[in-house]
Structure formats: structure tokens, C-alpha cells
């Protein structure tokens, strides 16, 4: 059977994309590969980790489980989408400042689990935030430093 | 992966027309996406559920509730009527994964995936839930306890999906608890347990259900555990007595998670916690 690559059409960061994807291409791989926006890391593919998360419509996701098709006419926003132009986001400065990035690669989709949840619940307890990056892997910082970047962004808003 | 056609139908009784023996219903794809993409299935078409409107209602029903199927976990643990009046599964609902999991896993993927170790199904067969399941020339209630045949098998036939999943109304004096023992965060259960009680005035059980998970091929029913508390008032003997008999009820195997000893034990220890925590529910004292 030979399956059609299909149109779909994607705003991203506030950009609207059409292209043409084959149907068993990932959201994940869409959003490298296609869009070139590479902020989104590939750790376990399975998800375990995190790495990939994005925010779709509003809720926290794992790209690496979704196909791109299942986007389609919807809105997802990636690491890239948090600054305003050379103003970081609020979580990006304490993030920097805790020393919360060591290798780096857990904080894209650390980031956006850490901004869902903020946007959900602005004021945080030291539980809510370990339950809120609980999706989300770091083999190098041990999660202290994230989660006083996390509670000390709450406190700046 | 393979190559398969992704089609989006914005009607039920459009999709179910589309459910042809090689199609597969895709809903938040936390189970199928791993499927196909290891091979273990490989379908010539993709039924994505997820544009049908109000597939994901949670509303009363009858007395009771009617939960869509295409309502995510994150949804089930949120919402007040669950939370309130069944509180067995908003618990269960809340472990399922992390918040990235429980935002796209779907209570109808849960069922329809027939995992023994599914979280929702203990404590909705703990609650006696039924399931409602649609076909082009109509539809059909079962008792959830018929939904699952094996690992990975279930009732619904070609052409059929699970469209709801409906639970009766829980009058006074009822209580129900969830519990759940699991390696890590992100880990299925090694073994989970689901416990409703009714009381009657005296404060004796008119009415018990106990549910286990990964312990058979498929999420059981304790009956011996059940028939143990009947008329029973609550005590410690009570709850010991059938957290025993549902370490007998269990039918547990060895594998990567645990040994079949190992999750014998956490049937006693669960089934008692539940229990207890039910009770004390049902008295409206937790
Ligand atoms: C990181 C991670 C953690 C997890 N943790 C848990 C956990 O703690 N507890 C747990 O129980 N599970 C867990 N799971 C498994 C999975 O998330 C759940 O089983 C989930 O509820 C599946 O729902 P879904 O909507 O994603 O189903 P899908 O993957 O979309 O579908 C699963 C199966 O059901 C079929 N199907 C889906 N909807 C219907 C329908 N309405 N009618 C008929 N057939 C249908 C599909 O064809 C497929 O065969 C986890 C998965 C991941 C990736
Ligand atoms: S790459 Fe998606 S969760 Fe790990
Ligand atoms: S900083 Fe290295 S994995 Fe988190």
C-alpha cells in the first residue's frame, strides 16, 4: 500500500508552517528535521525523559510519541519560542544564574515542563515542582539547582 | 515504522466506517506509538480519534458518570466529579506517567490496550464500571470484567471501538482507594489494587469489590477477598483476613519487575491499605 505524504500545517512559536510529511514522521523529528528548530532534544524516544517536551496547545507533551499529522491546524511552542528576542525568559535568567544547565541537554525540555507549569500553577510548592519535572531526566545536576531556578522565577512573577 | 495512512475523521460513525481489519484507532498513542514503531504492529491505516468532538466528556449519567474515552488521564484526575465521587480513580488517573504522559494517555487507550497492569482498570472494576463500545450498526454495554481476554486482548471486535466507559452512581456510605506499588516514577505497577465498600447503617459491608493488577493475565477481580468482608464490621482482622484471601485470589508470574513471591506480598500489603483506606472512606472519616 503506498501511503501519501500528507499536508498539514503547523504554528509554531507564533509562526505558521505548511509541509508535506510522511505519516509516520514524529512531531519531534517534524520540528529538527523539517523546521530545523533543534532546541527540542532526542533522548529516549520513548517517553521517559523529557528531552523533547513541548507545550502542545497549551498542554505539556512529549514530541517523540506524537506524529506530526496529529498537529496539524494546532499551536506548539518549543525552547526556542521562550525568549523575546535578546530578553530571556524569566526561567532561561534564574535557570543561568542557579547554575541549573551543566551538559545542558535535560534544558530545553526542562524548561518547558518548568514554564507548563508555571503557566498552570504560578506559585509553587518545592513538591509541585518535583512533581511537575517528574517526566523530566537530568544525569548531571541532581535537580537541586533546577528546582530553586523554578521557585525563584515563581517568586520574580 | 512502517508506511500507513493517517486519517482524521471528525465523526464517530465516520471513523467507525473506517475501521476496516487493517486500520487500528489511534488515541493519545502512549502505547500504539511504540507499537509501530517497534513492529509489533503494523496497521495499513491510523484511525486518529482525537477530532471527534466530545469523546473526551466526563459527565453525570443515569445517577452516575459517563467518562468519554478519548478523556485524558490528566482530565480524570482534575475533574471535581471524579474526585469527589470516586475517588479510586482520580487516583489512579494522577500516577499514570508524568504530567507529559497523563496529558496525551487516554482512558480508552488504557482499557483498550489490555494491560494487565493498567492503572484505570482495577478501580473501575472495583466500581463496577461498564464499557460501551460502538459499531457502525450501533452499540453494546459490557461489564467491564468482559472487556479483557488476555494480555493485549480484548472484547471489541473489528469494527468496534470503545466509545465510553460508564460508572454507577455511588449513594452514601461508600468508599473506595487505590494503591499501587511500582519500581520507579515512570515504571508501570509491579502490582496495583483497587478496593470499594458499601456499608449499611450498622456500619456492617453490604457491598465490597477488590480489583488487582499485574498479577493475572488480566485485572481481576478478588472474589474470595470480597465474599471474606461480607457483612463484616471494620477491624484490623478484617482487613488482614482479606488481604490473605487476595493473595490466594492472585494468579502473579515471574518477570523483569518482580518474582510471583514478591508480588503475592504486595497483594497483602495493598489489599490491606485499601482496604482500610475504603472503609474509613465509606465512614467518611478520610
Ligand atoms: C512514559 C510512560 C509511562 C506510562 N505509565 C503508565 C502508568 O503508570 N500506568 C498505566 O496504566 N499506563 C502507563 N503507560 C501506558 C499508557 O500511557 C496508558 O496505557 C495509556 O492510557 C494509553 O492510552 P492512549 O490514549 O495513549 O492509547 P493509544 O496508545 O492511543 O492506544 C492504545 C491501544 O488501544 C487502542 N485504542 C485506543 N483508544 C481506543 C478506543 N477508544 N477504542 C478501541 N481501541 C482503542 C489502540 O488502537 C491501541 O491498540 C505509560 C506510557 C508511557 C509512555
Ligand atoms: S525523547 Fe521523548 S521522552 Fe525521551
Ligand atoms: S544538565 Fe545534563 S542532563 Fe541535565
Redo the contacts with the bound molecule.
Keep these: 500500500m503506498t501511503a501519501e505524504p500528507i499536508r498539514i500545517t503547523v504554528t509554531v512559536n507564533g509562526e505558521s508552517f505548511r509541509e508535506e510529511v510522511p505519516a509516520t514522521r514524529s512531531l519531534l523529528d517534524f520540528l529538527r528535521d523539517d523546521l530545523g528548530l533543534t532546541g527540542t532534544k532526542e533522548g529516549c524516544s520513548?517517553?521517559?525523559c523529557g528531552a523533547c517536551a513541548v507545550i502542545l496547545d497549551g498542554r505539556l507533551v512529549d514530541a517523540c510519541?506524537i506524529f506530526a499529522a496529529e498537529a496539524d491546524g494546532r499551536s506548539v511552542e518549543t525552547v526556542e519560542g521562550l525568549a523575546d528576542g535578546e530578553e530571556l525568559h524569566p526561567l532561561q535568567r534564574t535557570f543561568a544564574a542557579a547554575g541549573a544547565a551543566q551538559c545542558g541537554y535535560c534544558t530545553p525540555g526542562m524548561l518547558m515542563a518548568c514554564k507548563s507549569l508555571l503557566d498552570r500553577n504560578p506559585s509553587p510548592t518545592r513538591e509541585e515542582v518535583t512533581h511537575g519535572i517528574a517526566g523530566n531526566l537530568c544525569r548531571c545536576t541532581g535537580y537541586g539547582t533546577i528546582i530553586q531556578a523554578v521557585m525563584e522565577a515563581a517568586k520574580e512573577s | 515504522m512502517r508506511r500507513f495512512h493517517y486519517l482524521a475523521p471528525r465523526r464517530l460513525d465516520e471513523a467507525l466506517s473506517l475501521l476496516t481489519p487493517d486500520a487500528?484507532?489511534?488515541?493519545?498513542?502512549?502505547?500504539?506509538?511504540l507499537r509501530m514503531e517497534r513492529r509489533q504492529t503494523q496497521p495499513d491505516a491510523v484511525v486518529d480519534?482525537k477530532r471527534i468532538p466530545d469523546m473526551d466528556r466526563i459527565e453525570p449519567s443515569d445517577g452516575g458518570l459517563r467518562i468519554g474515552?478519548l478523556a485524558p488521564?490528566e482530565s480524570l484526575a482534575a475533574s471535581s466529579l471524579i474526585v469527589n465521587g470516586y475517588r479510586a480513580l482520580a487516583e489512579s488517573a494522577r500516577?499514570?506517567?508524568?504530567i507529559q504522559?497523563r496529558n496525551?494517555?487516554?482512558i480508552?487507550?488504557?482499557l483498550?490496550?489490555a494491560?494487565p497492569?493498567?492503572?484505570?482498570a482495577t478501580p473501575l472494576l472495583a466500581l463496577g464500571a461498564t464499557a460501551e463500545a460502538g459499531r457502525v450498526d450501533g452499540s453494546r454495554e459490557l461489564p467491564l470484567e468482559q472487556l479483557f481476554l488476555g494480555p493485549g486482548r480484548t472484547a471489541?471486535e473489528s469494527g468496534e471501538?470503545?466509545t465510553a466507559v460508564r460508572i454507577p452512581a455511588m449513594p452514601g456510605r461508600t468508599g473506595s482507594s487505590f494503591q499501587r506499588c511500582v519500581r520507579t516514577a515512570?515504571d508501570?505497577?509491579v502490582v496495583n489494587c483497587a478496593a470499594f465498600v458499601k456499608l449499611d447503617e450498622d456500619g456492617a459491608v453490604e457491598d465490597a469489590r477488590i480489583a488487582l493488577g499485574a498479577v493475572g493475565p488480566t485485572p481481576l477481580r478478588a472474589l474470595s477477598a470480597e465474599s471474606c468482608l461480607q457483612g463484616r464490621r471494620f477491624d484490623a482482622d478484617a482487613a488482614a483476613e482479606a488481604a490473605e484471601c487476595a493473595a490466594h485470589d492472585a494468579r502473579p508470574i515471574d518477570d523483569v519487575r518482580a518474582s510471583a513471591d514478591y508480588r503475592k506480598d504486595m497483594v497483602r500489603v495493598l489489599t490491606r491499605r485499601a482496604v482500610e483506606n475504603a472503609f474509613q472512606r465509606a465512614r467518611g472519616e478520610a
Design positions: 520513548e517517553g521517559e510519541l | 487500528v484507532p489511534l488515541a493519545g498513542g502512549t502505547d500504539l506509538f480519534l474515552a488521564m500516577v499514570v506517567g508524568s504522559t496525551r494517555a487516554t480508552g487507550g488504557n483498550a490496550n494491560s497492569a493498567a492503572d484505570t471489541l471501538l470503545l515512570m508501570i505497577a
